[in-house]
Nanobody
Framework: VQLQAYGGGLVQAGDSLRLSCAASGRLTSSNAMAWFRQAPGKERDLVAA????????YYPDSVKGRFTISRNNAKNTLYLQMNSLKPEDTAVYYC??????????????????WGRGTQVTVSS
């Protein structure tokens, strides 16, 4: 299974950005998927998760109302639409997939497959 995240960049506060994650290999549309982010010196935190069918999602309070996770199983692609970006959203963003779970999982330990990450920098 391979995941490739792309779409990061340098934007200003208040701007929008859309991340994509292309999945290939043995990964099927039955897997729960998520986006995590890691800022320098900090833990890798969950920012959005989605059920295998796409009909259930989760967001922490820090991004709720600003970020939207979605997936296109026919294209094996995961998305993260980020609006109203803030400087504190600056981090490397990673997409992840669970090989075991179909429903939303919250711990990064439950995700076996990870993309390399894409840098998002938000200037004030």
């Amino acid at each position: 299974v391979q995941l490739q995240a792309y779409g990061g960049g340098l934007v200003q506060a208040g701007d929008s950005l859309r991340l994509s994650c292309a999945a290939s290999g043995r990964l099927t549309s039955s897997n729960a998927m998520a986006w995590f982010r890691q800022a320098p010196g900090k833990e890798r935190d969950l920012v959005a998760a989605i059920r295998w069918s796409g009909d259930s999602t989760y967001y922490p309070d820090s991004v709720k109302g600003r970020f939207t996770i979605s997936r296109n199983n026919a294209k094996n692609t995961l998305y993260l639409q980020m609006n109203s970006l803030k400087p504190e959203d600056t981090a490397v963003y990673y997409c992840a997939a669970s090989g075991k779970y179909r429903d939303i999982v919250y711990s990064r330990r439950e995700y076996e497959y990870w993309g390399r990450g894409t840098q998002v920098t938000v200037s004030s």
